[in-house]
């Protein structure tokens, strides 16, 4: 059976809708798509009076070589979000077909399935927020058509070793697509999940560029897999996705200046990582820190209200997770720059003065 067997029926037979033809030279009158002839004021050459390609040439090459993909199996998104949007559209019937996580996770992928009428079937992570394999495969049903797979996974950090990745990617084979989201990938010491693709056909991998990349307000992102999915997922998106000053930004980050600057903000990141996590362990406000993949620490704390407070009081905005029966007395910090972690240690820090009342209240 064909991954291609497991999208719904009316997308494959979908006739996708004809974008305009892009001009064949700079003499072509272009009168065809009821664009202005003239550009915006302030346009700088981006030519943005003239709809964008839906999938930019120069882009699709620099990701392809980037992540190390042929360009065919490469669509460019509006962020991760709108390609786990695309996906659950495409492979999830209205109140027949199921998407499968391993909470505590990535919240869009419940909410897109939601959004969809697709059911939700849950294989929570192991106490200390590692996958079970056996856990993900034995919660399988028939109705599954997506297991999304977070590594390193939000909230937690960790991330899934490639040869559980690669023994799901075989035991769900003909049964499921296996998506692997890796919004975190740069800043993890475990390879990319892409070296799959060539040998699963259902295997589909998710890369941003709003994290490592720092393009958060561009909205990119991409979808690699095989072409025949990337082909399916193109028809379900509207024609002209990627405006063009997104793109224009995109080209100038990546390219080789970009690139060092961009690994040299991964290093950082990676070492103020090591840095808060030692620092933040020691603290005895704090119980555990979850060991990180990513650009975040779930810290869980013995007393939650007093570390919110704290963090509150010190200007500080941290994610907490006040309805989650694993994380209820954790909270996710972003990686900052030093200056920004100081503020968290210092908030978070034992004060003398705190000392005295603790102690004063505790004797009465
Ligand atoms: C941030 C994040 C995304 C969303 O990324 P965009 O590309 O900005 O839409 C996807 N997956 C996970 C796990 C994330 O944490």
């Not at 994290?211 to 998106?237: F, H």
């Amino acid at each position: 059976m064909s991954v291609l067997e497991l999208a719904r029926a009316e997308i494959r037979e979908l006739i996708p809708y004809v974008p305009a033809p892009l001009p064949q030279d700079r003499d072509t009158v272009l009168l065809n798509a009821n664009e202005s002839s003239w550009p915006p004021p302030g346009d700088d050459g981006l030519d943005c009076h003239r709809y964008p390609p839906p999938q930019p040439a120069a882009l699709l090459a620099v990701l392809s070589e980037l992540y190390g993909v042929d360009s065919r199996r490469v669509l460019i998104t509006r962020g991760s979000d709108e390609a786990i949007d695309l996906l659950v559209r495409v492979f999830c019937r209205a109140g027949q077909d199921a998407i499968a996580i391993q909470p505590p996770t990535f919240g869009m992928y419940a909410m897109s399935a939601q959004i969809q009428g697709a059911g939700i079937v849950s294989a929570p992570l192991r106490a200390d927020f590692t996958l079970d394999v056996d856990a993900v495969l034995g919660a399988m049903t028939d109705a599954v058509t997506i297991v999304f797979v977070c590594s390193p996974n939000n909230p937690s950090g960790r991330a899934v070793a490639l040869a559980d990745i690669e023994r799901l990617a075989t035991a769900l084979r003909t049964r499921a697509v296996l998506v692997i989201d890796e919004a975190y990938v740069e800043f993890a010491e475990a390879p990319s999940a892409t070296a799959l693709l060539a040998r699963h056909e259902h295997v589909v991998v998710l890369r941003t560029l709003s994290k490592a990349w720092a393009m958060a307000g561009a909205r990119l992102g991409c979808v690699l897999a095989q072409p025949q999915v990337v082909a399916l997922l193109r028809k379900v998106m509207p024609p002209y996705p990627l405006p063009r000053p997104c793109v224009d930004l995109a080209l100038r980050a990546l390219s080789p200046g970009g690139r060092e600057q961009t690994r040299a903000r991964i290093a950082l990141v990676r070492s103020e990582r090591e840095r808060m996590s030692l620092a933040l362990s020691a603290l005895p406000t704090v119980r555990a820190v979850v060991p990180s993949q990513a650009n975040f620490l779930a810290v869980r704390f013995a007393d939650i209200e007093d570390a919110r407070r704290r963090l509150r009081d010190a200007r500080i905005m941290v994610r907490d997770f006040p309805d989650d029966d694993a994380l209820g007395d954790a909270l996710r910090i972003t990686i900052g720059m030093a200056a920004e972690n100081d503020r968290v240690l210092a908030a978070l820090a034992p004060t003398r003065g705190f000392r005295v009342v603790d102690v004063a209240e505790r004797r009465s």
